[in-house]
C-alpha cells in the first residue's frame, strides 16, 4: 500500500486496545479517540489511563501502558453536534481506512459512530464494533469477569470440590480483541484482493466469541445419556488422559502431561515411580479408573526431585513436562526476552513489557521498539492540523470544549 493503514478508534478498557495494538505491531497508524474532561468525567479519557501502578504521570498508569504503545492519541467531545461532524470530517481528511469502537451499541447512533453515518465520510470505511453481546442487546455491557461467569468458563474453572474460578488472564477480552484483528483484516483482504467496495460493518459479539472456544464442552450436550455427565470443574487434571496434573517438588511445582501409554512406560520405568507398574495402569481406561490412587503415588516419588531435576529429566525422555514458572520466570524465558515489545516509560527508561504473537520483519526492523503510549490528547495539534485547521481554530475547539 502506498500510504500507511489509518485506524480511527474510539476505545476504553482492553478488548478494543487489544486489538489495535496488534494493528499497530504491523506498522498501522492507531489513533484512539477519548472523550476530554467534563462534568462526568473529570479527568477525561479512558478510565483504563488511571488504573494500575503509579508511573509519576498521572494519565498513564502502568494498567494502561502496554496496549497502547505505538498509537495516538486525540480527544473529542461526541455529545456535542460539533464534535459528531468533526468526525466525519477526520475520517474524511484522514482518509481513515477503518474505525472502530467498543462502545454500548445502543450510542452508536446518539454518538454519531454508526456504520451509516460514517460512511458518509468514506463509502468504503470498514467499521468494526465490539461489546457483550452484539447489537441485538445493546444496553449490556461486557466486563470479562462477568462474561467468564455467564459463558461458563467460571463453572469450568477451579477445583471440583471449590468454588468457581476466573481465569487468571481476561481471556474473553483478548479472544474479542483477536477476533475483531482477524476480522477487520479478512474485510480488508476482501477489499484489496476481491476489488470489495462499498466498505463492511463488522459486529463482534463478546459473548459469542468466547462461546466459540467452549469446542471441547458444548457439543457434549449432544452425547451425553444426562446432564450429570457433563464437564465440570477438574482442577489441573485433563479430562481424557491420565495422569496428567501438577506435582509439587523439592523446592516449586511442575507440570506433567501423559498423552500415551509409550510415556507412561517411561515414566514408570524411572527412579522414584517403580510402584507404577501394574497391568491394570498399562491402559488410559485402566488409569482413569484409578486416578486418585495414581496421583497420589506420583506426588510421593516427585517428592525426591527438585523441580530442574524432574523437567530435565523427564525432557531427555520425550515426555511433556514444565515448570510452573512465575511472572519473573516467564520473562526470562529465552524465547520470550528476544520478542518482547519495548517502548519509553514515563520514567525515561526503555522497558521490556510483552512478547509480540507474532515475530514479523516490521518488528524486527525496529527491534520491537515503540513509541510511548501517549497521553490524553497529546496528538491533538498535529492531527487536526493534519485534517485542515489552523492552530487558532483547534484552539477555538478547546475553548468550546469540543476537543
Not at 478510565?47 to 502496554?66: A, C, K, M, Q
Not at 480527544?75 to 475520517?91: D, F, I
Not at 481406561?285 to 525426591?304: C, F, P, S, T, V
Request: aromatic share 8%; charged share 25%; net charge negative.
Amino acid at each position: 500500500m502506498d500510504k500507511k493503514v489509518t485506524i480511527l478508534s474510539l476505545e476504553q478498557a482492553l478488548a478494543l486496545p487489544y486489538a489495535t495494538q496488534r494493528f499497530a505491531q504491523l506498522g498501522w497508524r492507531v489513533i484512539r479517540i477519548e472523550p476530554p474532561a467534563d462534568d462526568s468525567n473529570s479527568k477525561g479519557g479512558d478510565p483504563n489511563r488511571y488504573v494500575g501502578e503509579d508511573t509519576g504521570t498521572e494519565d498513564l498508569h502502568s494498567y494502561f501502558i502496554s496496549p497502547n504503545i505505538g498509537k495516538e492519541a486525540i480527544t473529542l467531545n461526541l455529545k456535542k453536534k460539533e464534535g459528531r461532524e468533526l468526525l466525519k470530517t477526520l475520517v474524511k481528511k484522514l482518509n481513515a481506512d477503518v474505525f472502530m469502537c467498543n462502545t454500548l451499541p445502543m450510542r452508536y447512533k446518539q454518538l454519531g459512530i454508526d456504520f451509516e453515518t460514517l460512511k458518509e465520510a468514506n463509502p468504503d470505511l470498514i467499521w468494526c464494533g465490539i461489546s457483550a453481546l452484539g447489537p441485538d442487546y445493546p444496553d449490556r455491557a461486557g466486563y470479562d469477569p462477568a462474561m467468564q461467569a455467564m459463558l461458563g468458563y467460571m463453572y469450568l474453572n477451579g477445583e471440583p470440590d471449590r468454588d468457581p474460578m476466573l481465569c487468571g488472564v481476561p481471556v474473553i477480552d483478548l479472544k474479542a480483541g483477536d477476533e475483531a484483528f482477524a476480522q477487520v483484516l479478512m474485510a480488508m483482504y476482501e477489499q484489496a484482493a476481491m476489488k470489495k467496495s462499498g466498505g463492511k460493518e463488522i459486529f463482534i459479539s463478546m459473548a459469542q466469541c468466547s462461546a466459540s472456544w467452549m469446542v471441547g464442552s458444548l457439543p457434549q450436550l449432544q452425547f451425553v445419556k444426562n446432564e450429570s455427565e457433563l464437564h465440570t470443574r477438574c482442577g489441573n487434571e485433563n479430562r481424557s488422559f491420565v495422569p496428567c496434573n501438577c506435582y509439587a517438588t523439592k523446592d516449586g511445582h511442575i507440570y506433567l502431561a501423559i498423552g500415551n501409554n509409550s510415556q507412561w512406560e517411561k515414566l514408570f520405568r524411572t527412579k522414584g515411580f517403580e510402584c507404577l507398574e501394574k497391568e491394570e495402569w498399562k491402559t488410559n481406561q485402566g488409569r482413569l479408573n484409578d486416578k486418585n490412587l495414581i496421583y497420589d503415588e506420583i506426588r510421593k516419588g516427585m517428592a525426591h526431585y527438585t523441580t530442574s531435576e524432574f523437567v530435565e529429566m523427564g525432557s531427555k525422555l520425550g515426555l511433556a513436562v514444565s515448570p510452573v514458572n512465575n511472572t519473573v520466570q516467564v520473562s526470562r524465558l529465552e524465547f520470550i526476552q528476544k520478542n518482547m515489545m519495548k517502548a519509553k516509560i514515563p520514567s525515561g527508561k526503555i522497558a521490556e513489557l510483552f512478547p509480540a504473537p507474532v515475530s514479523t520483519d516490521f518488528l524486527k526492523e525496529h527491534d520491537f521498539t515503540f513509541s510511548p503510549a501517549p497521553r490524553l490528547g497529546e496528538n491533538n495539534m498535529a492531527v487536526y492540523q493534519e485534517a485542515g485547521f489552523s492552530a487558532d481554530e483547534i484552539a477555538d475547539l478547546k475553548n468550546n470544549k469540543i476537543i
